[in-house]
């Protein structure tokens, strides 16, 4: 199955998941955010060791999917995973979100669509095959989640 098509089916599985997250529990809540902040995590260190680090031979088709799966996840809703009680450990579910974060919707919010702009400017630079600008993107995706993890993610 071609890597596109798993990535698109990946993330609208996501997107019908975080849509339906009231009908999930805590826990379950819990399971599917870390699943897909750590498929967002694979696809940005396939960027970087392509684009940032040059260690793996650039294939402008993989960072291509690659930021359009990004993108697709920092826009999928996942915010509906961060309901009641979801703010510690729910059964065998660990989460490293300060309590605080669910006090500051307002600023998750703005930093959510700082997210969904930086995202969505990687995926245009990936897709116009320009390196200098997915560097450029690339920092600025990173900066946005560090800013999000330097306020809301215990160490």
């Known amino acids: 199955m071609n890597r596109s098509v798993i990535a698109g089916v990946l993330s609208a599985a996501l997107l019908s998941l975080s849509l339906s997250a009231q009908a999930v529990s805590p ?13 967002m995590s694979w696809n940005m260190g396939k960027i ?5 680090d ?21 826009n999928s809703g996942m915010g ?3 309901g009641p009680g979801t703010d510690k450990q729910v059964g065998a579910q660990t989460t490293r979100v300060k309590p605080e974060m669910f006090d500051n919707f307002d600023d ?9 702009d930086t995202t969505g400017k990687l995926a245009a630079a990936a897709a116009s ?9 690339f920092g600025e995706v990173g900066q946005t989640c560090k800013s999000c993890h330097d306020k809301y993610r215990q160490k």
Not at 63 to 74: E, L, P, R, S, Y
């Open 27 to 39: 826990e379950e809540q819990i399971e599917l955010r870390k699943a897909g902040y750590s498929y």
């Open 48 to 52: 970087k060791a392509q684009v940032i």
């Open 108 to 116: 998750v919010a703005k930093i959510s669509a700082r997210l969904s």
């Open 129 to 137: 095959d320009d390196q200098a600008a997915i560097r450029v993107a």
């Open 54 to 74: 040059q260690s793996v031979a650039y294939n402008q088709t993989q960072v291509a999917t690659a930021a359009n799966t990004i993108a697709a996840i920092a």
């Open 80 to 82: 509906a995973l961060y």
